[in-house]
């Protein structure tokens, strides 16, 4: 922990004497001016949650035709620049400021806000807000200074300041506490402690000692089309051998030839054999028809799918995501400058749109292969849609004409179900809606929120109604446009219709599931993280943000390869990752090869690939606040991730670890999923036992929740339109101790306590341990590998580059991670809450995110193998050559090396 010395003065307080070197801090409580006319509104305005205030109050002005002034005086205690923030309301804010009473006013930035809070008292999302502001770089000459600030919005004048600072060095905003004045220090990454990361240049030459290009094929497709094995659960290649992929998602494919080549060999030698490309294929202009596409994205796909081709690595597309602004030029009535969520699923218009952008995709001649993607065998899997539903809180936005066109299809439902409109109603004992339209044919759709209720009588049956007529929508949707990808342009891929959830994991997302049925491949997007608030948090990392650091060791059942997998389908995770800003990834390679072996899960994309190689600087150059520049929260292109991928891979994809057999069978007939009657297992949510009881399938020979530690145990499946009588669960007691807080794999191969935040597998080829393994006795022994650790947390992987068993290999990788922060780096221990008020989390907020290089936590172990084969150890480089010789100690059968402390890859060898 390094501490900067640091001065600060304020009106009410007495400036601290201090040697020149050390930073000069002035904070100035905005309540405390030398002299002010100002307007306050007691009785709205000031009514703030003061306990968010620096020091209990501000400063403000609401009046209309009254501006607001407010001027201070304080000394300055040496010449030089200061960096200038204010805490004040931005919101529809005018403020401005000027020195020495001289000059014209000069209007303060409020677009470059952060760590805004709603202070209401009533919780009102209104006026009242603080949050701190960037004014610039000021010259101060050391002696008296005064400043004076003007409130003058549009609104009724309306303004307030909390406080404002001037200081010598660059500020970092802390909330409402004062530099030095908080309890909690800030703990910056200590360089004593870390090595800076820092990949060498990779040439790609024969000579490495770690390259996994040769798993895979020649050319991808070279044998025809990926196929599902004749179970329908898993996949082969077009000659029938089964295959598992190491998969990632990438947006090099907007970059140049040159790095689109270099990024499809730097994957292979890694390890990956599926890329999957998440693109937007419409046209980005304002006054574009509907029909028309993105010349430039096809042909960045087309050149990618050949660079991941000549390296035999598949690819895997999807073409539309609903987040985009429809312009008014799409003709969606209604929806001019607006998102489309769930109209793809209803409305004729935009699934003609979608038709032209995907024929011009998957038709078009490929210049760089001469076939087009329809026949492209390196082209693996064909994703209809991301991330949309009918069953997810969106769809309550749907409104006016769409709200109406979706209700106008509810009626043609209805009618073909009971004959009129006037018999439903009659069915549903007379339950109405306030947008019943029965002369229109039009009928009211109840939000989403009322199917995650209970529900009686009549509007239980219509709601139930609802729950199917939605779900078929998209079952339907999706068949009809499998036909026309398949019928109408010839592709001859694998489909899988769409990858998200719905807004109930217990109660609505079978229903969700089913729909995806219409097609082969089953598929969710399911991250791992921790808490991350910010007001930019869901796409960027910044000073001011507040985090929690929970290692999916210690929240077993969130680890996202916990999935109910439909029978006779094989099962994707198209997008996670261990999500930044969280201190804890290295562990997720490890675990998700360990628990995807077990469970039969075929692929999980990392999402995502940001650089051609290692992503060395993720910070934003573009989205510069202040000479503070946020970090890119979605890239996976990291040292405790892709350093983690080699061992794994090889692991996961050779089968070093057995799958076991299905310990939950769920069947479930369809009028069950339409009644959301509770399954007998769920992969989140909560169950609510007083709610739900008496709720199964009355058919069901289990009529109890199913410990959700059996995802950990084995393979959890599940069977639409089948007999609940035949449900099956094996005898999870030897696997899960609920009180110790240990779950098993029914293989013997896994091992998971998360009370201590540990997993260890040991298997015949893969043996390993991730976690916290000082807090484990720092000392863990496999089979034939013992580890000794000082690291607080690492993960570690041994596995053989000769196919043979570890105590007979005459080539073992041991993989290291541990984790990473960028070079100055800051934050603090802090109690925050959630976003709606109701939790409180125990974590860190963050002071500075630092600059590159990465710095890894410096690896602190000794490794022991029993093998009689190994005679000495190679320490590798980020480019897989021999960086240095590591000194050996054989001891009988038994080699021990102590591993450097930049070791992420490591040879030993005969």
């Not at 289990?702 to 530690?709: A, F, G, H, M, Y």
């Amino acid at each position: 922990m390094h501490l900067k010395r640091i001065v600060w003065i304020a009106v009410v307080f007495v400036l601290i004497g201090a040697p020149a070197a050390e930073s000069a801090v002035i904070w100035i409580e905005g309540e405390k001016p030398t002299s002010h006319k100002m307007n306050r509104h007691p009785w709205w305005y000031d009514k703030v949650k003061r306990e968010h205030l620096s020091a209990g109050d501000w400063i403000s002005n609401f009046a209309k035709g009254k501006e607001g002034v407010a001027s201070y005086k304080f000394t300055a205690p040496t010449s030089g620049k200061y960096d200038f923030w204010v805490r004040a309301n931005p919101i529809a804010t005018k403020l401005s400021y000027r020195f020495d009473a001289k000059g014209p006013w000069r209007l303060i930035d409020m677009s470059q806000a952060i760590q805004k809070a709603n202070i209401a008292a009533d919780g009102k999302p209104d006026l009242r807000f603080v949050s701190w502001v960037p004014v610039g770089e000021i010259t101060l000459k050391k002696g008296a200074v005064s400043v004076s600030f003007r409130m003058h919005s549009d609104n009724s004048n309306h303004g307030a300041l909390d406080a404002f600072v001037l200081s010598t060095d660059k500020f970092a905003p802390q909330g409402a506490a004062k530099p030095g004045a908080n309890s909690t220090p800030t703990e910056t990454v200590s360089n004593k402690t870390t090595w800076a990361f820092k990949p060498a240049a990779d040439k790609f030459t024969n000579d490495a000692l770690l390259d996994l290009r040769y798993l895979n094929e020649k050319i991808a497709g070279q044998s025809g089309f990926v196929q599902r094995t004749k179970d329908g659960n898993d996949f082969a290649l077009g000659d029938g051998t089964p295959v598992r992929f190491w998969a990632v998602g990438s947006n090099v494919y907007r970059k140049t030839p040159a790095e689109m080549d270099r990024h499809a060999r730097f994957l292979a030698k890694l390890g990956v054999n599926m890329v999957r490309m998440h693109a937007s294929l419409y046209s980005k202009s304002k006054t574009s028809k509907i029909t028309d596409v993105n010349d430039k994205e096809i042909d960045g796909i087309q050149r990618m799918v050949a660079a991941l081709k000549k390296q035999g690595i598949y690819s895997t597309i999807s073409p539309f995501w609903a987040h985009v602004t429809a312009p008014p030029s799409w003709g969606i009535d209604g929806y001019a400058n607006a998102q489309p969520w769930g109209l793809l699923f209803f409305n004729e218009k935009l699934q003609t749109g979608y038709k032209a952008w995907v024929k011009e995709l998957y038709t078009r001649k490929s210049p760089y292969t001469g076939v087009a993607l329809k026949d492209e065998p390196a082209v693996a899997i064909i994703q209809i849609k991301n991330e949309d539903s009918l069953l997810f809180w969106t769809m309550q936005g749907i409104r006016g004409p769409q709200k109406k066109l979706l209700g106008a299809k509810f009626a043609q439902w209805l009618i073909k179900k009971y004959g009129s409109l006037d018999k439903a109603k009659l069915a549903w004992k007379g339950a109405g809606h306030k947008d019943d339209n029965f002369a229109e044919r039009v009928v009211g759709i109840y939000i989403i929120w009322e199917m995650t209720r209970p529900q009686k009588g009549g509007k239980a049956l219509r709601i139930n109604d609802e729950t199917q007529f939605l779900s078929e929508t998209m079952h339907s949707f999706y068949k009809e446009i499998a036909d026309y990808h398949r019928k109408t342009l010839g592709c001859r891929q694998i489909i899988n219709p769409m990858n998200w959830t719905s807004a109930d994991p217990v109660l609505l997302n079978d229903a969700e599931r089913w729909s995806q049925t219409a097609c082969e491949v089953i598929a969710v997007n399911k991250y791992y993280g921790g808490v991350h608030t910010g007001e930019n948090s869901g796409w960027r990392i910044e000073p001011g943000d507040r985090i929690t650091n929970e290692s999916a060791l210690h929240n077993p059942e969130r680890i996202p390869t916990c999935l109910k997998q439909v029978v006779g389908h094989p099962m994707l995770i198209t997008e996670s990752t261990w999500v930044p800003p969280l201190l804890y990834q290295s562990e997720g390679p490890l675990l998700i090869a360990a628990y995807q072996s077990l469970t039969g899960v075929d692929a999980f994309y990392w999402f995502n690939m940001t650089a051609a190689t290692w992503q060395t600087d993720p910070r934003f150059p573009w989205a510069k606040v202040r000479g503070r520049n946020p970090l890119y929260k979605w890239s996976s292109s990291t040292p405790s991730i892709l350093g983690g991928f080699p061992a794994n891979a090889l692991l996961f994809r050779k089968g070093y670890l057995k799958q076991g057999r299905t310990v939950v069978h769920e069947e479930r007939s369809l009028d069950n999923l339409w009644r959301r009657k509770v399954p007998i297992i769920s992969e989140a949510g909560t169950f609510d036992p007083n709610r739900n009881k008496g709720d199964y399938a009355p058919e069901s020979t289990i009529k109890q929740e199913v410990d959700r530690l059996a995802f950990l145990v084995g393979p959890v499946e599940v069977k639409y339109d089948g007999d609940p009588a035949k449900n099956k669960a094996a005898n999870l007691t030897p696997y899960i101790n609920r009180k110790k807080k240990v779950v098993k794999s029914i293989t013997g191969q896994i091992e998971l306590d998360y009370a201590t935040g540990l997993c260890k597998v040991d298997a015949p080829k893969a043996q390993g341990v991730t976690g916290f393994l000082k807090a484990a006795g720092g000392k863990i022994k496999l089979s034939d590998v013992t580890i000794e650790s000082g690291n607080d947390y690492a993960a570690v992987t041994v596995v053989p580059l000769d196919d043979k068993p570890i105590a007979s290999s005459k080539k073992l990788l041991v993989q290291i991670g541990t984790t990473q922060r960028m070079t100055g780096w800051a934050d603090r221990k802090i109690n925050f809450k959630s976003k709606d008020g109701k939790k409180t989390f125990s974590g860190r907020e963050i002071v500075s995110v630092g600059a590159p290089p990465w710095r890894i936590a410096n690896t602190q172990a000794t490794i022991t193998v029993t093998n009689p084969h190994l005679t000495q150890a190679a320490l590798l480089d980020t480019a897989g050559h021999a960086a240095a010789k590591v000194d050996v100690k054989r001891t009988g059968a038994k080699l021990t090396v102590k591993c450097p402390q930049t070791t992420i890859w490591l040879i030993l060898s005969k």
